[in-house]
């Protein structure tokens, strides 16, 4: 029987669908963090213009 050549080819699968998977992850966690900052980002713009002043320190 031939039994090197299944699992060879199933592991590449497995191994791919794991990189695959984790590329997605990260790229999800990096969109979720790049809202998160547009967000501070704006709430500290509103906050500026509210306070009428334009301090340089932030």
């Known amino acids: 029987m ?3 050549t299944i ?3 199933w592991s590449m699968r497995v191994l791919w ?4 998977g984790s ?3 990260l790229y999800m966690v990096a969109v979720e963090r790049q ?3 547009r967000e501070k980002m704006m709430a500290e ?7 009428g002043g ?3 320190d932030v």
Do not use: W, Y
């Open 2 to 4: 031939t039994r090197g």
């Open 7 to 9: 699992p060879d080819k």
């Open 17 to 20: 669908l794991c990189a695959i």
């Open 23 to 25: 590329a997605v992850g």
């Open 35 to 37: 809202m998160q900052n």
């Open 45 to 51: 713009m509103g906050s500026l213009e509210s306070s």
């Open 54 to 56: 334009s301090s340089e």
